[in-house]
């Protein structure tokens, strides 16, 4: 399976702030949704990932003083994309080699969805219940 059908589950949602808001805007995003990571977009280009991870790194650097502090200063700019159609094999590989939990998904430049491993990991389990009902029904009529 690929990354396509993951967006084609879940949506093509992409929540994001700019490089300059303050980190407590972030974080109130990542609250109000429930989600682990924004992108960071200026000019409609992925600048870098702001995720749950960078929120306690930057405390541990700044102290409580960071929710005032522009999300620039803390983003990963390292940031690791997939495509439409890559495998799901693959993404999994990715996220463990990297040590990663969200990849943006870019076809042509712009960014089409973002992938979490909640979402590889519930794929997984969907494919996993698909396959034992196949067999179940297989060795059912035989």
């Known amino acids: ?7 084609g589950d879940k949506g093509s949602a992409v929540f994001s702030v700019g490089p300059n ?12 949704k429930r989600i682990g990571a924004v ?8 600048r870098g990932v702001f995720s749950e991870r960078d ?8 102290g409580a003083g960071v929710m005032s502090q522009p999300v620039k ?5 390292d940031v690791v994309t997939c495509r439409r159609g890559d495998t799901i094999d693959h993404l999994m590989g990715l996220m463990t080699q990297k040590r990663i939990r969200h990849l943006p998904v870019i076809e ?5 969805g973002m992938i ?3 979402d590889v990991v519930k794929f997984r389990i969907a494919e996993a219940e698909a396959e034992t009902d196949a067999l179940k029904s297989y060795i059912a009529s035989g």
């Open 1 to 7: 399976m690929h990354v396509s059908a993951i967006i």
């Open 21 to 32: 808001e303050v980190v407590s805007t972030a974080v109130s995003m990542l609250s109000d």
């Open 39 to 46: 992108l960071v977009i200026e000019n409609d280009q992925v």
């Open 55 to 62: 929120i306690i790194h930057a405390l541990s650097r700044a």
């Open 73 to 77: 200063d803390f983003m990963t700019t």
């Open 108 to 112: 042509e430049g712009k960014v089409v």
């Open 116 to 118: 979490s491993i909640g």
